[in-house]
């Protein structure tokens, strides 16, 4: 079945304590994305990467680390997490190298900063 | 850099009614306008799309219409149900690169 993968679904960590949701697609798409969804602010993207080993900043970028070592794979790391990066995290990915095809998103990560 | 103004936050209707949902958008470089449904607890789902060489699509009980010129393109449900209740939010490519989403209607369908 295609589709996007995240990983976990829910976490609770405490301020300061490394953290990394995973994220992987099994279209062989091109273009994947992460996005945090906060009430009244809508999705606002945090990284995108076009292809391989090419990533770059979103709206939202503060705090957040990516890395596209493989096509499927599409990691957030958050380094330091503070309690303004509770939200839901959204992963997608798209058949193109540029956003102008349907994004697949993944089922979502409502993570908690303590 | 990109910026998708999207109007109203909530819109609420009677079941049988229309519903219309505008986006305004500000790069002009922009050539690709979906629009995406997400349901309550689950994840957006793409139910149209529109590209710049079109100025209306529809599919069944929806549509979207673009005008270039002015920057603004809408989504149209037509004799709405129950099930279309959800949050419905417009997105642009910006620069080509990134995708960049209106902030959201909260669409109320009441039977």
């Known amino acids: 079945e295609a589709q996007v993968t995240q990983n976990p679904r829910y976490l609770i960590t405490v301020t300061g304590k490394k953290l990394t949701v995973t994220c992987s697609q099994n279209?062989?798409?091109?273009?994947m994305s992460w996005y945090r969804q906060d009430p009244g602010l809508g999705l606002r993207q945090i990284y995108y990467?076009?292809?391989?080993?090419?990533?770059d900043k979103g709206d939202v970028p503060e705090g957040y680390k990516v890395s596209r070592k493989e096509k499927r794979n599409f990691p957030l790391i958050l380094e330091s997490p503070s309690p303004n990066q509770t939200s839901l995290y959204f992963c997608?990915?798209?058949?193109?190298?540029?956003?102008?095809?349907?994004?697949?998103f993944g089922q979502g990560t409502r993570l908690t900063v303590v | 850099g990109e910026n998708v103004e999207q109007h109203p936050s909530t819109l609420s209707v009677q079941e049988g009614d229309s519903a219309v949902i505008k986006c305004t958008y500000s790069?002009?470089?922009?050539?690709?306008f979906p629009w995406y449904k997400q349901e309550l607890g689950k994840r957006p789902q793409l139910i149209i799309d529109?590209?710049?060489?079109?100025g209306e699509k529809k599919d069944q009980r929806i549509a979207v219409t673009l005008n270039k010129t002015a920057k603004h393109f809408s989504l149209h449900i037509t004799e709405t149900q129950p099930e279309d209740s959800a949050v419905y939010f417009c997105?642009?490519?910006?620069?080509?690169?990134?995708?960049?989403f209106g902030k959201g209607t909260t669409l109320s369908v009441s039977s």
């Open positions: 790069d002009s470089a922009s050539n690709y």
């Open positions: 529109i590209r710049s060489n079109v």
């Open positions: 997608a990915s798209s058949f193109m190298w540029s956003p102008n095809t349907e994004a697949f």
């Open positions: 990467s076009m292809n391989v080993e090419v990533t």
């Open positions: 997105a642009t490519n910006q620069a080509g690169t990134a995708l960049i």
């Open positions: 279209m062989n798409h091109e273009y």
